[in-house]
Structures are given as C-alpha cells and as structure tokens.
C-alpha cells in the first residue's frame, strides 16, 4: 500500500472537513468498516467509495432530488 499517496489524496479532497461532511451523512462508520477491510485484506482503498456511495446516494437523493427535478426542467 503506498501511505504516502493516500495521505495526499485525504489533504486533496478536503481533509478533515471531509470527514466531517461524511460523520454528517452518516457515512462515517461504513467509510471506517470498508477501510479497515482494505487495509486487513491489502487491497486498494478504491474499494471504499462503493461502499459510502451505497450509505449516502439515498440519502442525497431524498434531499436534494427536488433541486434535480427543478434543474432538469430549466435545461429542456
């Protein structure tokens, strides 16, 4: 695993405002559990998004679907 890299991607995207954001999604704990997973296994942390992507897209969705169906009329 390069440590390295995954330190400047976690600085890259936002750091610990990110971690924040996903603690508000309720994204926290799965981001944990797939990390863990990935570090135990000596796979790729590529693996994670899936699994917070799986936590938090209902989520978004019933938030901020009304603000699609709006953006999506103006663009037709």
Sequence with gaps: MDYHK???RYKQFGGF???IEYA???????????S??????RQSFK???PEVLKRVEPF?????GSRV???????V
């Design 17 to 19: 405002r990110l971690v």
């Design 60 to 64: 978004l969705v019933q938030k901020y």
């Design 69 to 75: 169906q709006k953006f999506k009329k103006f663009r």
């Design 36 to 41: 863990v997973r990935c570090f135990l296994k």
């Design 47 to 49: 693996g994670i998004y």
């Design 24 to 34: 508000k999604l309720g994204a926290l704990w799965p981001t944990v559990k797939a």
């Design 6 to 8: 995954l330190a400047s």
